[in-house]
């Protein structure tokens, strides 16, 4: 158990006045931990307090903080050159990392579009695709098709593709034209409906988007690969594009490098983000098929893709990327995934049983339990911090994502608060 050593510093007191936090009721939100520094897989608070962090930073910081790797490329690349921008000018970890992307991931995926962010690259997928139709001579295919349970983004157009209801946004409901949002094709029944859906409406829909293996924000829910599998036969059946949103699965975190290489599935677009730097700098990417990029390719100006993001292949971000595929193909990842998966399997059995939880589950370095009801994040924030780990339970699901490089003592310690904040 930690407790404050000292007073909150100066610059929060200050800068709390200033700062709108996110997914925060400013009114009566408590004071957000201040942190001093990162190390490894922990936080050091700035009153001398260290916590073990169950998430990652949002799922980010696989290889752990501040690993000297990573550190050292970002290093090298702010003396050489911190910025320039993408259009007209081109420089080497940019271009390095696309051709590394196209490499690792499977099929023809090899057409990569950098942004900053995970909902922006989700953005550019979403116009890839629409403008996909638009450049083949089709008009009329302006409507996605996703699933109850995805989140997908906070931005207006992604907001749209989130679930309704549990995706943080039903606030907005009918500000942006609404999208066919329909439960996930676990089972034969449900493909077939899928598949009777996409008879009838095929001509209006640009593109499937799914989370794949994983939703994760919509609450930490798994499904099997054969629902993936279900969902190329039915793109293909019907002609639409499939987008995998692997900001959340991608690099490791559910056992494979990708979800979709795992499940044997080739979708037409992927997003990526969060692990991508290793957790350290922001960036995303769109990376779409032959078949999607080949719509785009001619002799007319106007087929081009009109976007471009002014620290779009930040070269900061892409020489931690870089990096961090190094690390990557070290490939100690796989051992520590399968370590976290069994240290996760067995902390959290206990769990099991207890009063309101209705599952426990884990999938590669994905710990969840599940209650019957919205848990009360902030109290039980608080107690975790307490118990000297920093978890942030969301919607009905207290989740352990911890970074790869977490070691079997503070695996110990983020199960045992888990267990002891239940009270089992
Ligand atoms: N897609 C998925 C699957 C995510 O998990 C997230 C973020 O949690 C996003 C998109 C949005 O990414 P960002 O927060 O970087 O905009």
Request: glycine share 10%.
């Amino acid at each position: 158990m930690s407790s404050p050593a000292s007073a909150p510093p100066d610059w929060l007191a200050k800068g709390a006045r200033h700062v709108w936090r996110p997914y925060c009721q400013m009114k009566t939100a408590p004071a957000p931990l201040a942190v001093a520094r990162t190390e490894g897989s922990r936080l050091i608070l700035e009153d001398g307090r260290e916590l073990v962090d169950g998430i990652a930073s949002w799922w980010t910081a696989c290889h752990g903080y501040n690993h000297p790797h990573i550190r050292q490329a970002v290093e090298a690349q702010l003396a050489r050159a911190p910025h320039v921008m993408f259009g007209g000018l081109a420089h080497e970890p940019a271009y390095r990392l696309a051709s590394r992307l196209a490499a690792l991931l499977p099929g023809d995926l090899d057409h990569v579009f950098f942004a900053e962010s995970g909902s922006v690259s989700v953005e550019i997928a979403m116009k890839m695709a629409l403008q996909f139709w638009i450049n083949r001579g089709m008009s009329g295919r302006t409507r996605f098709l996703s699933f109850l349970g995805g989140y997908h983004g906070d931005t207006l157009a992604t907001m749209t593709i989130c679930d309704p209801e549990e995706g943080m946004h039903s606030l907005f409901a009918g500000v942006m034209p609404s999208q066919h949002v329909t439960a996930l094709p676990t089972d034969a029944a449900s493909e077939a409906g899928l598949a009777a859906y996409l008879a009838e409406n095929a001509q209006e829909i640009a593109a499937v988007i799914v989370e794949p293996r994983v939703q994760g924000a919509g609450g930490m829910l798994f499904h099997e690969d054969e629902t993936l599998r279900r969902l190329r036969r039915l793109a293909d059946d019907h002609d639409v594009l499939l987008i995998f949103d692997e900001i959340f699965t991608g690099f490791g975190r559910t056992g494979d490098l990708f979800a979709c290489e795992g499940a044997g599935v080739v979708p037409d677009v992927i997003t990526l983000s969060k692990a991508l730097t290793g957790g350290t700098l922001p960036l995303s990417a769109a990376v779409a098929s032959r078949k999607v990029f080949d719509a785009f390719w001619s002799d007319d100006p106007g087929a081009a893709l009109m976007h471009g993001p002014t620290y779009m292949g930040n070269p900061l971000a892409c020489a931690a990327a870089d990096a961090s595929l190094d690390l990557f193909e070290r490939g100690d990842w796989r051992a520590d995934v399968a370590r976290i998966e069994a240290a996760l399997r067995d902390g959290l059995a206990p769990c099991r049983g207890s009063a309101g939880v209705v599952d426990v589950r884990v999938k590669g370095a994905i710990g969840v339990v599940e209650f019957d009801r919205q848990v009360e994040s902030g109290p039980l924030c608080q107690r975790f911090v307490e118990a000297g780990v920093w978890i942030r339970p969301m919607g009905k699901v207290v989740y352990l994502t911890p970074p790869f490089v977490v070691t079997d003592a503070e695996l110990a310690t983020l199960t045992g608060a888990v267990r002891a904040v239940l009270g089992v």
